[in-house]
Antibody
Framework: QVQLVESGGGVVQPGRSLRLSCAAS????????MHWVRQAPGKGLEWLTF????????YYADSVKGRFTISRDNSKNTLFVEMTSLTPEDTALYYC???????????WGQGTLVTVSS | QSALTQPASVSGSPGQSITISCTGT?????????VSWYQQHPGTAPKLIIF???NRPSGVSDRFSASKSGNTASLTISGLQSEDEADYYC???????????FGTGTKVTVL
């Protein structure tokens, strides 16, 4: 079945960097756009970034533009996000999500928790 | 781009119908049929329940229906059941810098 498994979360100090990964299985990864969405503790969902199926185009929310970089390795069915200059406001559960055009997100991974704290 | 506006909470008794609104602007809901809805139970990942305004993915109960009018989308849950108690989020494509915007989220309580 279609599965997305995130990894790489943890506790990081403010100003430091972290790279999250998402391993995809059960579908042709290179056919789909992919997204990262986050959810701060007790808060709502926030779309962060999107990469096209072939990796040629990336788009970012203003809140992370210039700090986060999304990438993918279609040969390894893996999605990444490099997060720099982290602040406590970046503390959240980060979800990897498969996208369908400009339309919907499905399925979602189980998320990986990032905590930014000194 | 601000989040789409949803009521913080909606409640209903078993068997009743409830409707959750999702209000946006001409930059998002009003101009595109790329509205989707997600159900999130506590401690779990969101699940797609509606895409392209009113379409249900395979396996989603037909008790869930949705529509759009102008800048507002709506999700209706008919025959409310205890398992419907969850948070619900709308989402839309937008021409703002953000590209995609989620709603503020609605907590559904089954009385």
């Amino acid at each position: 079945q279609v599965q997305l498994v995130e990894s790489g979360g943890g506790v990081v100090q403010p100003g430091r960097s972290l790279r999250l990964s998402c391993a995809a299985s059960g579908f042709t990864f290179s056919d789909y756009a992919m997204h990262w969405v986050r959810q701060a503790p007790g808060k709502g969902l926030e779309w962060l970034t999107f990469i096209t199926y072939d990796g040629t185009n990336q788009y970012y929310a203003d809140s992370v533009k210039g700090r986060f970089t999304i990438s993918r390795d279609n040969s390894k069915n893996t999605l990444f996000v490099e997060m720099t200059s982290l602040t406590p406001e970046d503390t959240a559960l980060y979800y990897c999500v498969r996208g369908m055009g400009l339309s919907w997100f499905d399925p979602w991974g189980q998320g990986t928790l990032v905590t930014v704290s000194s | 781009q601000s989040a789409l506006t949803q009521p913080a909470s909606v409640s209903g008794s078993p068997g009743q119908s409830i409707t959750i609104s999702c209000t946006g602007t001409n930059n998002d809901i009003g101009s595109f049929n790329y509205v989707s809805w997600y159900q999130q139970h506590p401690g779990t990942a969101p699940k797609l329940i509606i895409f392209d305004v009113s379409n249900r993915p395979s396996g989603v109960s037909d008790r869930f229906s949705a529509s759009k009018s102008g800048n507002t989308a709506s999700l209706t849950i008919s025959g409310l059941q205890s398992e419907d108690e969850a948070d619900y989020y709308c989402n839309s494509y937008t021409t703002s810098n953000t590209l995609f915007v989620f709603g503020t989220g609605t907590k559904v309580t089954v009385l």
